[in-house]
């Protein structure tokens, strides 16, 4: 709880808001993904430097998606260059807004956690799925397809691991409903070698869906196949990484 007559002047609010909504709507291409893991590196390094009080963002693909960070600053300065350091707004895949802020109430049992995302018992098991959360979600055609993005890191015994820090991963998978093609999505990246970390999307999708995409002709086309095995053969992927970020000795 906080005293409204007696604002602090080092806590700040800024928020991020995508410059290309169709990093949403259809995923991020190679580029973009390399630009969020970098951000989401950087992120973290904050809440280690215990500079990041919280932060967040909104579950909704429109134009009114947006992220919200809290942080510790000494200045307004201070506070915009860290906003400003933070790769993705560099690279221009968010646009940035800062604000002088006051938290004003917490509940004392209050938890915070990466939602939605599946729950891991130790060894990888899932033990939750997020379609179970939710009221039963099914297709209305065999010619739809779920589109399920998971954001994931390799394995230690997997040989990506001494290059790759992370990935989003795109998977279509031909089921009928959403909780099977999350469990699909989920077996199919762990047989690959790698941990998924948390559910990122969901929707359900059709051939027509990529017709006009923005994505370039490469990412395009890996897409494009991804689907057609996910109609002929049951599951197609493409896998988005970024580089690992060594940690400063």
């Known amino acids: 709880m906080s005293n409204p007559m007696t604002a602090p002047t080092n806590v700040f609010l800024y928020t991020l808001r995508p410059t290309r909504l169709a990093a949403l709507t259809d995923g991020p291409t190679a580029e973009e993904a390399a630009v969020v893991g970098r951000h989401w590196a950087y992120t973290?390094?904050?809440?280690?430097?215990?500079?990041?009080?919280?932060?967040?963002?909104?579950?909704?693909?429109?134009?009114?998606?947006?992220?919200?960070?809290?942080?510790?600053?000494?200045?307004e300065q201070a506070a915009r260059e860290i906003m400003e350091g933070d790769p993705a707004v560099q690279a221009g895949f968010f646009r940035a807004q800062l604000f002088p802020y006051q938290a004003m109430l917490m509940g004392s049992n209050g938890r915070f956690q990466y939602f939605p995302q599946p729950n891991l018992w130790p060894g990888g098991r899932v033990s939750q799925f997020y379609a179970d959360t939710i009221e039963p979600v099914e297709r209305s055609t065999d010619d739809e397809l779920f589109l399920i993005r998971l954001v994931a890191e390799p394995k230690r015994e997997n040989p990506e691991a001494n290059e790759c820090g992370g990935a989003y991963v795109n998977v279509w998978v031909n089921t009928a409903t959403l909780r099977e093609a999350e469990e699909s999505a989920i077996a199919a990246i762990q047989e690959d070698g790698w941990q998924p970390l948390r559910l990122d999307h969901w929707e359900i999708v059709c051939?027509?869906?990529?017709a006009e995409s923005e994505d370039s002709d490469e990412d395009m086309q890996g897409t494009l196949d991804a689907v057609e095995d996910a109609?002929?053969?049951?599951?197609?992927?493409?896998?988005?990484t970024w580089p690992l970020v060594e940690e400063d000795e």
């Open 207 to 210: 051939r027509d869906c990529y």
């Open 231 to 240: 109609f002929e053969s049951g599951l197609g992927l493409v896998f988005y």
């Open 44 to 75: 973290q390094a904050l809440l280690a430097d215990g500079v990041l009080i919280f932060a967040g963002r909104t579950l909704v693909t429109t134009e009114d998606s947006v992220a919200s960070v809290v942080i510790r600053a000494a200045s």
